[in-house]
């Protein structure tokens, strides 16, 4: 922790240094969150006129997590109505409102955020205007415990100049169809995935996509369009049908699967005359739903697999192509790194009786049923996508 009167001045400068320079801002969130010793720093801003998250960045955010977050649980978070509740220019730490009794009992607390190894977060409202919100945040592991008061004071100063900039440049928090906060999210994947309409016009793809389909003859862009072979085709746009008369589903809720994935193994014949699959997840996008993340209208949205050509799988495909939850992932990742449930329990500061429960619905998801199935299975997955869920 660095709270010295140098550290906040050269913080003052990065930040105004901003209003020239976009790219400055990454520097800008690292520097806050070493400075106040802080896990992650995110800054968020949502567009009043379309309802819709329109800006979303930080320091040490994983793209799996912000993902998960906008598809599963941004419905079920407690704190969202305690932060966007409180005065402008004031804090406010969930940690005074959403006590220990209410985090061990609440599903967003227990599946999502402390499998990520997170507990605390103190929060600031640092614009409310006509056009958008803007939020700053800060979240600690719950082993650090909450934000101390010398770095809140720290903070304090700060946030008169992080207002004043944000204001100059509000243009940047309002929706954008040009600077869409999910192509962004997709991005950071090391997952192949594309983004298309119903009818298999490709609106986004990332570079693992990219890369993938250039080496995989069985499914490629052409035209624009999404394309599988006969007769996977009609298997596909039969999918994309089925989703787009589905509409919506109906809002999370506690105890609720969360997004869902249809999975389609599709087999074609190489160039050498050998038999080949790559593996496609696909999924329905609903602007209502997704805070408006990838756009105002309903999108496909498809995770490749190639289990050759992958070298590298993100955490996002262990819940599309299995359904496990953040918390159900990094015991399915302890295990592969061979740990018993007991070390297991441990690691996570869990009742043995929690692992075990999570574990049977791990074994339910994945259909296997004994540990050495359950590790073969993942086994057969690149070891070093395993590492991006730990909690150290």
């Known amino acids: 922790m660095d709270l010295s009167e140098s550290s906040f001045n050269q913080l003052v400068d990065i930040l105004y240094q901003t209003l020239e320079d976009n790219t400055v801002w ?40 912000e993902l998960t977050y906008i598809q599963n649980y941004h419905s079920i978070d407690p704190r969202v109505p305690i932060v966007f509740g409180t005065e402008t220019m004031k804090w406010v730490h969930c940690h005074q409102h959403l006590d220990e009794v209410f985090v061990a009992n609440n599903p967003f607390y227990q599946e999502f955020l402390i499998p990520y190894g997170l507990r605390y977060m103190s929060a600031c409202k640092v614009v409310d205007d006509d056009n958008a919100i803007i939020i700053f945040s800060t979240l600690r592991k719950p082993e650090q415990g909450p934000l101390p008061d010398e770095a809140l004071s720290f903070l304090d100063g700060l946030m008169p100049h992080l207002a004043r900039v944000c204001r100059l440049t509000v243009k940047n928090y309002v929706y954008s169809t040009q600077a869409l906060v999910g192509h962004a999210l997709i991005n950071k994947l090391r997952q192949a995935v594309v983004l298309a309409t119903t009818t298999g016009d490709v609106v986004h793809i990332n570079e693992a996509a990219s890369t993938l389909l250039r080496q995989s003859s069985g499914v490629y862009i052409s035209n624009n369009k999404l394309q599988f072979p006969f007769p996977y085709d009609q298997e596909f746009y039969q999918v994309c ?34 038999t080949d699959s790559i593996y496609a997840f696909i999924t329905m996008l609903i602007p209502e739903q997704m805070m408006g993340t990838f756009g105002l209208r309903p999108l496909i949205m498809v995770f490749f697999y190639h289990p050759e050509a992958d070298t590298t799988i993100d955490p996002s495909l262990l819940t599309a192509a299995f359904g496990l939850s953040p918390a159900e992932c990094r015991i399915a990742i302890y295990l592969a790194e061979g740990c018993s449930l007991k070390e297991i329990a441990r690691k996570l500061d869990v009742q043995f009786d929690t692992i075990r429960k999570q574990l049977q619905s791990i074994y339910h998801k994945t259909s296997t049923n004994r540990q050495p199935e359950l590790i073969r299975l993942l086994l057969n997955l690149p070891s070093n996508a395993f590492g991006s869920l730990r909690k150290d």
Do not use: C, W
Not at 38 to 61: E, F, P, Q, R
Not at 247 to 272: H, I, M, Q
């Open 241 to 274: 049908h089925r989703l787009e008369q589905e509409n919506f589903r109906p809002p999370l809720s506690a105890g609720s699967k969360g997004t869902e994935f249809t999975t389609l193994k599709v087999r074609y014949t190489k160039a050498d005359g050998q």
């Open 26 to 65: 990454k520097k800008f969130f690292d520097e806050v969150a070493q400075a106040i010793d802080v896990n992650i720093v995110h800054m968020l801003g949502v567009d009043k006129k379309h309802t819709a998250l329109s800006y979303s960045d930080g320091a040490n955010m994983p793209a799996h997590g």
